[in-house]
C-alpha cells in the first residue's frame, strides 16, 4: 500500500510541469509619454516592490492569446498611479498539468514612481 501511494505521489509530481525565469532586467521603463527635460527622479513619489503581470491559460493544449509585455508593464503602473518604472526585473512564468489546465505569461516587478499630476479632462462638445 506504501509503494502505491509513493508512485502516485511520485507520477503526480512529475505531471506537473512548471518554472520562471528571470528574462531582463531594466533600470527604466514606461509606456507612457514622458518629458524627460525636468525630470528629478529623487523628487518623485515612489511605491516600491510593484508587480505587474499578463498572463493567459492554457487549456488542455491550446493557448488563449499570447501575453504582452506592455500589458504587464501597464498593470504595474496602473495599480500604483505612475507613469515610470526603475530597477524592473522581468520574468517568464509558466505552469501546466499536462492535457488539463496551465497558464504561462510576464511578470514585472519594479518601484513605479509618478511624476506628473493627473487632472481630470472635461470632455469635449
Not at 50 to 64: A, D, N
Request: charged share 20%; glycine share 8%.
Amino acid at each position: 500500500m506504501k509503494i502505491t501511494a509513493l508512485i502516485i505521489l511520485v507520477v503526480g509530481s512529475l505531471l506537473v510541469a512548471g518554472c520562471s525565469t528571470r528574462m531582463f532586467d531594466l533600470s527604466v521603463v514606461s509606456t507612457k509619454g514622458i518629458d524627460l527635460e525636468e525630470l528629478d527622479l529623487t523628487q518623485a513619489k515612489k511605491a516600491m516592490h510593484v508587480t505587474g503581470v499578463s498572463s493567459r491559460s492554457i487549456i488542455i493544449i491550446f493557448p488563449l492569446g499570447n501575453p504582452c509585455l506592455q500589458e504587464a508593464i501597464d498593470d504595474a503602473l496602473t495599480s500604483a498611479s505612475g507613469d515610470i518604472m526603475t530597477d524592473v526585473a522581468v520574468y517568464y512564468n509558466f505552469w501546466y498539468i499536462p492535457f488539463i489546465y496551465g497558464q504561462f505569461g510576464y511578470e514585472v516587478v519594479g518601484d513605479v514612481i509618478k511624476t506628473r499630476e493627473w487632472t481630470e479632462m472635461t470632455p469635449v462638445r
